[in-house]
T-cell receptor, first 113, second 112 residues
Framework: GAGVSQSPSNKVTEKGKDVELRCDPI?????LYWYRQSLGQGLEFLIY????????KSGLPSDRFSAERTGGSVSTLTIQRTQQEDSAVYLC???????????FGPGTRLTVT | GIQVEQSPPDLILQEGANSTLRCNFS?????LQWFHQNPWGQLINLFY?????KQNGRLSATTVATERYSLLYISSSQTTDSGVYFC??????????????WGAGTKLIIKP
């Protein structure tokens, strides 16, 4: 079956611009996660959605970052007024429920120039 | 918070060799996952293993929850095994929400 998909695969933007990253989770998965991975580093948790509950935003690094999940499916991560330190690979994962295995998308490589 | 430590940080082996990767964690966890991130960045689930031993082909994993560690074994390694292996432990964050806490990874290079 279809896995987690993300778009775009690559995004180059100028400092100060806003960007939107999209994640399509596996159909039927109620939990959705966003992570960030800087070059050569481990994964940094950003935000977590579970069903219709309020999202866990505890990992968002600043108020320039926001995310929404429409209809319990597709999610969009928005970064406003991008900074060079925002450059990273942004990974999305989904799981059947919050305590189940997470499956990852291919990621979006964001480069802020 | 929970600390997750992986060792070794880097490992270079010849094709055909066996290897053992270790993951230590500092507190009780609900679950543990091993992932392989290939050189193209794709993260693949290897094992979902709160305790005991599981095997999948040339790979196997053992988690000893009471002693707070997990081991990933790779036998007869192949060049396609190269990449970074991550251990991530699951903890209850608040109410019924669970988070994965990630180790820094072990970078494995298999030489032909």
């Amino acid at each position: 079956g279809a896995g987690v998909s993300q778009s775009p695969s690559n995004k180059v933007t100028e400092k100060g611009k806003d960007v939107e990253l999209r994640c399509d989770p596996i159909s039927g998965h109620t939990a959705l996660y966003w992570y960030r991975q800087s070059l050569g580093q481990g994964l940094e948790f950003l935000i977590y959605f579970q069903g219709n509950s309020a999202p866990d935003k505890s990992g968002l690094p600043s108020d320039r970052f926001s995310a929404e999940r429409t209809g319990g499916s597709v999610s969009t991560l928005t970064i406003q007024r991008t900074q060079q330190e925002d450059s990273a690979v942004y990974l999305c994962a989904s799981s059947l429920e919050s305590t189940y295995e997470q499956y990852f998308g291919p990621g979006t490589r964001l480069t802020v120039t | 918070g929970i600390q997750v430590e992986q060792s070794p940080p880097d490992l270079i082996l010849q094709e055909g060799a066996n290897s053992t990767l270790r993951c230590n964690f500092s507190d009780s966890v609900n679950n543990l996952q091993w992932f392989h991130q290939n050189p193209w960045g794709q993260l693949i689930n290897l094992f979902y293993i709160p305790s005991g031993t599981k095997q999948n082909g040339r790979l196997s994993a053992t988690t000893v929850a009471t002693e707070r560690y997990s081991l990933l074994y790779i036998s007869s390694s192949q060049t396609t095994d190269s990449g970074v292996y991550f251990c991530a432990v699951e903890r209850l964050f608040r109410d019924s929400n669970y988070q994965l806490i990630w180790g820094a990874g072990t970078k494995l290079i298999i030489k032909p």
